[in-house]
């Protein structure tokens, strides 16, 4: 039986909390495992084609959602971003089974809202800095950090700028891979990965040539 404290420990601690090897005696009920880890952590939400459980592999600009980050960026590096931006209130957490890793294949990168290496200046241009979130007929204006809600907000796919506040913070998050705090995942099969949306920026590292098998199961946590 897994130890659920542990988790919510190193949520706390670190934003995130990663096992290498958490599934590897369930792996023929994978999808199942995941999702009792995910309903003690909160309520799982379904996704995309109101699939609770989604299956997530690298995919070519054609082949990918017309609503995700791979329609732009295709099998090249993912920028980091909040899952459910496009949502009033961001997932709370994250939670992801690796169900298959064969050869070299892409991580997962982290990187703690708290290690932006942001100024004073910099904070208020995120709080004021106006940006057009599309989300259809539901779509909304809204700032990246809002000094009364715990939760960040970007994501460069659904988030357009709408002043030169919001342009400069945009050019500014688009270069994150460069800081120093980036924690990278490297995955393997059993791997479990559980973030906290609301703290931590997270993205795909790029597809190479050489990539092999990656298959990973994620559940979103309202």
Same mark, same amino acid.
Request: glycine share 6%.
């Given at each position: 039986?897994? &130890?659920?404290?542990?988790?919510? %420990?190193?949520?706390?601690?670190?934003?995130? %909390?990663?096992? /290498?090897?958490?599934?590897? &005696?369930?792996?023929?009920?994978?999808?199942? #495992?995941?999702?009792?880890?995910?309903?003690?952590?909160?309520? *799982?939400?379904?996704?995309?084609? #109101?699939? $609770?459980?989604?299956?997530?592999?690298?995919?070519?600009?054609?082949? /990918?959602?017309?609503?995700?980050?791979?329609?732009?960026?295709?099998?090249?590096? +993912?920028?980091?971003?909040? &899952? /459910?931006?496009?949502?009033?209130?961001?997932?709370?957490?994250?939670?992801?089974?690796?169900?298959?890793?064969?050869? &070299?294949?892409?991580?997962?990168?982290?990187?703690?809202? =708290?290690? +932006?290496?942001? @100024?004073?200046?910099?904070?208020?241009?995120?709080?004021?800095?106006?940006?057009?979130?599309?989300?259809?007929?539901?779509? %909304?204006?809204?700032?990246?950090?809002?000094?009364?809600?715990?939760? %960040?907000? !970007?994501?460069? @796919?659904?988030?357009?700028?709408?002043? =030169?506040?919001?342009?400069?913070?945009?050019?500014?998050?688009?270069?994150?891979?460069?800081? *120093? /705090?980036?924690?990278?995942?490297? !995955?393997?099969?059993? #791997?479990?990965?559980?973030?906290?949306? !609301?703290?931590?920026?997270?993205?795909? @590292? #790029?597809?190479?040539?050489?990539?092999?098998?990656? $298959?990973?199961?994620?559940?979103?946590?309202?």
């Amino acid at each position: 039986m897994f &130890d659920v404290e542990q988790i919510q %420990f190193e949520l706390v601690e670190s934003g995130y %909390f990663f096992s /290498a090897s958490f599934f590897n &005696d369930e792996l023929d009920q994978l999808s199942e #495992a995941l999702m009792q880890v995910s309903k003690k952590l909160g309520t *799982p939400m379904k996704g995309r084609n #109101a699939q $609770t459980v989604e299956v997530l592999t690298p995919k070519n600009t054609d082949e /990918a959602h017309q609503n995700s980050l791979s329609v732009q960026y295709g099998k090249g590096e +993912l920028p980091f971003h909040v &899952d /459910a931006s496009h949502h009033q209130i961001p997932s709370r957490y994250l939670v992801f089974a690796c169900s298959c890793a064969e050869g &070299d294949v892409a991580p997962t990168v982290l990187l703690n809202v =708290s290690e +932006l290496g942001l @100024g004073e200046n910099d904070v208020v241009a995120l709080e004021t800095g106006v940006f057009l979130v599309k989300n259809g007929r539901h779509s %909304f204006y809204a700032n990246i950090k809002r000094p009364d809600a715990p939760f %960040f907000r !970007w994501d460069p @796919g659904c988030m357009f700028p709408q002043d =030169s506040i919001a342009e400069a913070v945009a050019r500014k998050l688009s270069h994150l891979y460069l800081l *120093p /705090a980036v924690r990278t995942i490297n !995955w393997s099969t059993g #791997a479990l990965l559980v973030v906290d949306n !609301w703290r931590m920026l997270h993205a795909r @590292g #790029a597809v190479s040539s050489s990539h092999g098998i990656r $298959t990973l199961f994620r559940t979103t946590i309202q």
